[in-house]
């Protein structure tokens, strides 16, 4: 199957977004990820199996993405993310607060929790995205439920 890259850049890029988004709290970098992962695809000659397919080759791609743009010298430059929180529009105070508390994870518990709840992926399926194994996802899910209740529940007792 071919790819129409003009239809799969319509349907994907703001998942493509996302995941930039999440992984470095920063909309330029999130749309660094979606120009270098879309090129990328743009340059692929190979084709793919099926629409599934093509999702989880963007979504790997974006993730391999992430993970060298975070290696590069000029990543220790970056805006303080309460900056950033700011910057984000939320219907409630409680999104606000979860959105907050999401992005102090490690890039490791909010990358699952992204691929999870937002983007709708079983721990296989992630597992098989991320390269590690089954048991890690769910591992990473568990510890960033964990942080998030507690620190949670601590921002809304001080309320």
């Known amino acids: 199957m071919k790819v129409d ?4 850049y319509l349907t994907y890029r703001d998942n ?3 995941i ?16 270098e992962t879309f090129y990328k695809l743009s340059r692929n000659n190979s084709d793919f199996e099926s629409e599934e397919h093509i999702r ?14 975070s290696l590069s010298f000029w990543r220790k430059k970056r805006r303080p993310l309460e900056e950033y ?7 409630s105070h409680d999104e606000s607060e ?17 691929l999870f709840y937002y983007e709708g ?16 996802v769910t591992t990473r899910l568990a ?15 001080d309320e």
């Not at 890259?5 to 799969?8: A, D, G, M, N």
């Not at 992984?23 to 749309?31: E, K, L, R």
Request: some cysteine; glycine content about 4%.
């Open 5 to 8: 890259l003009e239809k799969t």
């Open 121 to 136: 992926y079983s721990t296989g399926e992630i597992s098989e995205l991320l390269k590690i194994s089954q048991s890690a």
């Open 56 to 69: 989880n080759w963007l979504i790997r791609v974006a993730v391999n993405e992430c993970k060298r743009i």
């Open 16 to 18: 493509i977004f996302a």
């Open 20 to 35: 930039g988004l999440n992984y470095f709290g920063d909309p330029s970098d999130a749309d660094d990820i979606v120009q």
């Open 85 to 91: 929180v700011e910057a984000v529009a939320f219907d």
């Open 143 to 157: 510890r960033a439920r964990d942080q998030l209740k507690e620190h949670l529940q601590e921002v809304w007792h």
């Open 98 to 114: 979860l959105f907050s508390e999401v992005m102090k994870l490690k890039p490791k518990y909010r990358q699952v929790i992204h």
